[in-house]
């Protein structure tokens, strides 16, 4: 009986629990640092109780998925990926107008008083489907041909998902996307031959664009394939944000004036004195870097290596092959938000709204981490269930 008990405190994998509750507390500090320093923001109490809800909402639904059999998992893949292209199917329709404008994309769905981003749990969607997909057909290959089959049956279930992402204007939510695929693409039976070309030809043309915007021809050419004059812009400041400080770039030279005062220690969470437009969300690492300095930042840094530290074990220790791709897949997902919007942040890369995981202000997204943690949660636990 005392070995039952415990293994059964071994069911759930505390070591990848562990940075994501640090993760958790120190986006609470952030959020109450960005709402303070917002002279907007009159009410931070409300606030910070809706980030608790969303909170609480996001653990009981972590766990709920971890407790979800490997095969009820699997059989659901398949309809999981189409309800999410229904839902955003229903952008062209029920897209919020408000919001259309106020950020250039159409991704938020307004029904009555529920908003939501269905972008965020076709991620999801998405990964569960190339991981059935790769593990139903990605056996060892005899030939070319059949790494062409699989790559096939990739790109035909991606080809949705990017034409949807296309009407919705959100480029930077699309990027999520490939990362996704080349991730699984990278860990999957295909050959060096396969792979090195095709990511070859996407890096050519993703340098081509950038290069095609730094010039006046360039530009008609991108409009002409419907590349709209926001996204050029967002080039242009991250090229060089101090001069278009006072238009294009206001929120990237105001947000890399506010890391830079932040120096080595910071100045403290209450004395927080650079204003950074939407720095609950997309800039909120300009708040632990402002109040907390490179120490701090270092630290939140370290917290999130130590999360991709513990998925990369979650991988490597998967007795399933279904596991090993969704967990490649979750990687590849924290890792593109993680890196882009720290990299943003600090100037490295341009600024494409991708939210910080459990740091930034919770919704669609910050929800959608909790699913994630709980589909790798999931896979330690159905495995140590199966053997008590």
């Keep these: 009986m005392k070995r039952i ?51 609480l909402l996001g653990i009981i639904t972590m766990f709920l998925t971890m407790l979800i ?11 999981l990926y189409l309800c999410s292209l229904i839902l955003m199917g229903l952008l062209v329709k029920f897209h919020d107008p408000v919001m259309a404008v106020a950020t250039g994309t159409k991704r938020w769905i307004r029904l009555g008083p529920l908003a939501f981003q269905p972008s965020e749990f076709a991620k999801l969607g998405y990964i569960l489907m190339l991981a059935y997909l790769v593990t139903k057909y990605g056996k060892t290959f ?38 996704i695929l080349f991730g699984i693409l990278l860990v999957s039976s295909c050959s060096w031959k396969l792979l090195v070309p095709l990511f070859g030809g996407l890096s050519l043309i993703g340098i081509s664009a950038i290069l095609l915007v ?24 991250w090229l060089d944000p101090f001069a278009y400080a006072d238009s294009i770039a206001f929120q990237q030279a105001r947000g890399l004036s506010a890391i830079g005062s932040g120096e080595l220690a910071g100045k403290g969470l209450t004395n927080l004195q650079v204003y950074v437009p939407v720095r609950e969300s997309d800039m909120i690492f300009t708040v632990i870097a402002e109040a907390y300095g490179f120490i701090g930042s270092c630290f939140l840094l370290l917290l999130f290596f130590y999360l991709i530290y513990q998925m990369l074990i979650c991988t490597l220790a998967a007795k399933r092959e279904f596991y090993a791709y969704i967990t490649t897949g979750i990687i590849m997902y924290f890792l593109f938000h993680i890196l882009e919007n720290i990299g943003s942040n600090i100037g490295l890369l341009p600024l494409t709204g991708i939210p910080l995981p459990f740091i930034s202000q919770g919704g669609t997204a910050y929800l959608a981490n909790f699913i994630a943690i709980g589909l790798i949660l999931s896979m330690f636990y159905q495995n140590e269930k199966q053997a008590l």
Aim: net charge positive; proline share 6%.
């Design 5 to 55: 008990r415990n293994r059964s405190n071994e069911l759930i994998n505390y070591g990848l629990l562990l940075p994501v509750l640090l993760l958790i507390l120190v986006g609470f500090v952030a959020q109450y640092g960005a709402f303070k320093a917002d002279p907007t923001i009159t009410a931070v109490t409300p606030l910070l109780i809706k980030q608790l809800l969303w909170t």
């Design 69 to 79: 059999p490997i095969k009820i998992l699997w059989k659901a893949a398949p309809y």
């Design 214 to 237: 730094l010039t006046e021809q360039g530009q008609k050419i991108l409009a002409y394939l419907h590349f709209k004059p926001y996204q050029f812009d967002r080039i242009h400041a």
């Design 142 to 179: 005899s030939s070319l041909k059949e790494e062409l089959s699989l790559l096939g049956k990739l790109l035909l279930v991606s080809i949705p998902i990017f034409g949807l992402m296309f009407y919705q204007k959100d480029f930077g939510t699309s990027l999520v996307f490939l990362s």
